[in-house]
Nanobody, 126 residues
Framework: QVQLVESGGGLVQAGGSLRLSCAAS????????MAWFRQAAGQEREFVVV????????YYADSVKGRFTISRDNAKNTVYLQMNSLKPEDTAVYYC???????????????????WGQGTQVTVSS
């Protein structure tokens, strides 16, 4: 069973930056597509970004394009989310998720993913 542990959340002023990390257990991390989702208070969980197992293909939600960057270090079993130019609307609990590639469905839907982290709170003040 894959375990995912997020870190790096916190409180930041609008325009600031945070870097989230998600560390995965297991020996097959390099075979997983990895995604970040977020859920604001009172809202549904929404897709943020996904990166392919190779790290060569990414897709970003329009709301974060140009501000957020996903990367992965397969040797360290870790995926990162660099968040710049943060806005109050980015305030949410951020979750990482792993897709082993055997389920059907859109990469942009949470039902695609097999494993989830516990989430880390990001709060952006204005």
């Amino acid at each position: 069973q894959v375990q995912l542990v997020e870190s790096g959340g916190g409180l930041v002023q609008a325009g600031g930056s945070l870097r989230l990390s998600c560390a995965a257990s297991g020996r097959t991390f390099s075979n997983y597509a990895m995604a970040w989702f977020r859920q604001a208070a009172g809202q549904e969980r929404e897709f943020v970004v996904v990166v392919s197992a190779s790290g060569l293909i990414t897709y970003y939600a329009d709301s974060v394009k140009g501000r957020f960057t996903i990367s992965r270090d397969n040797a360290k079993n870790t995926v990162y989310l660099q968040m710049n130019s943060l806005k109050p609307e980015d305030t949410a609990v951020y979750y990482c998720a792993a897709d082993q590639g055997y389920n059907s469905g859109s990469y942009f839907r949470e039902t695609r993913y097999d494993y989830w982290g516990q989430g880390t709170q990001v709060t952006v003040s204005s």
